[in-house]
């Protein structure tokens, strides 16, 4: 219990910046969900901070090739132009900073086509491993002029080296324009 308050404690008391001034639409990732890695089970914890933050955990350390993914559903109107993606987020080291050993890594953007054929928008292999509050943008495979024709899902795969580090989600935004 000790590491559970000592962890929220310290979240709280890290405010997140706003997103980038581009335009775009704002997604809160409370409704986020944990997608099953390669066991079929779920190796991270997701809870929703009273300031609305999601919060990325796991009592065990969760690898690269456990293929841990958080998803967020973007509800975006039908021919809406995108430019990119952008992830509010902060990694926190209660044990003390050691980045590469948590991180947030291929923000990723899939679309849902009108035949049921799913496919990837946007993919970027960045290590997001910040200990301060960050906004990252990407338009990495981005097609030029590219138009939603169909349901959205931002997914960020997930790595927790140390049990006691806590990944925070402020928000996801999608840039339009």
């Known amino acids: 219990m000790k590491k559970t308050a ?25 409704n986020a969900f944990a997608a099953p890695g390669l066991q079929g089970r779920n190796a991270i914890t997701l809870a929703n901070s009273s300031a609305g933050i999601l919060e990325v955990t796991a009592h065990d350390p969760v690898h690269f090739d456990s293929l841990q993914w958080v998803a967020i559903a973007l509800p975006v109107a039908l021919g809406t132009p995108i430019k990119g993606l952008s992830v509010c987020y902060q990694i926190v080291y209660p044990g003390g900073i050691r980045p590469g050993r948590t991180y947030i890594v291929n923000p990723s953007l899939l679309e849902l ?28 495979g981005l097609a030029a002029n590219k138009t939603v024709v169909g349901p959205l899902t931002c997914l960020l795969q997930i790595v927790i080296g140390d049990p006691q580090d806590v990944i925070l989600i402020n928000g996801i935004k999608l840039v339009t324009g």
């Not at 997140?16 to 775009?24: E, H, M, R, S, Y």
């Open 6 to 30: 000592k962890k929220s404690v310290q979240m709280k008391s890290i405010p997140l910046p706003p997103l980038a001034p581009k335009p775009g639409i704002f997604y809160s990732p409370v």
């Open 113 to 140: 086509s009108p035949r049921g054929v799913s496919s990837n928008l946007l993919s970027d292999n960045m290590q997001l491993n910040a200990s301060l509050p960050t906004t990252y943008t990407t338009s990495a």
